[in-house]
């Protein structure tokens, strides 16, 4: 079993910046893929950046140059830091497992609003 927890989000200015954390707990994910998705007002879920065990990383496009994914195995956390945000960015963001070919344990989700 994995359980997942948000944090972080909040309302913010159009241009401005901010972080959103994850903590994971139960079995260990450390060599697992983790990613954060979002979803905006009325919209399916969509991938924002990910992970994996080794270190590598993906971003979605829309967000590439001003959100940085991190995780700190350690301490069994994951952080996605938004800089430059865009009214477009409001959605509710989430912490995920990838287990492929899909994602398995998900959080509860964070809110995140930019104002413009």
């Known amino acids: 079993q994995v359980h997942l927890v948000e944090s972080g989000g909040g309302l913010v200015q159009a241009g401005g910046s901010l972080t959103v954390a994850c903590a994971h707990s139960g079995e260990s994910l450390r060599r697992n893929t983790l990613a954060w998705f979002r979803r905006l007002p009325g919209k399916e879920r969509e991938f924002v950046a990910g992970v994996g065990g080794s270190g590598d990383i993906v971003y979605a496009d829309s967000v590439n140059g001003r959100f940085t994914i991190s995780r700190d195995k350690s301490a069994n956390k994951l952080w996605l830091q938004m800089n430059d945000l865009k009214f477009e960015d409001t959605a509710v963001y989430y912490c995920?497992?990838?287990?492929?070919?899909?994602?398995?344990?998900w959080g509860q989700g964070t809110q995140v609003t930019v104002s413009s």
């Open positions: 995920t497992r990838n287990w492929n070919p899909t994602y398995d344990y």
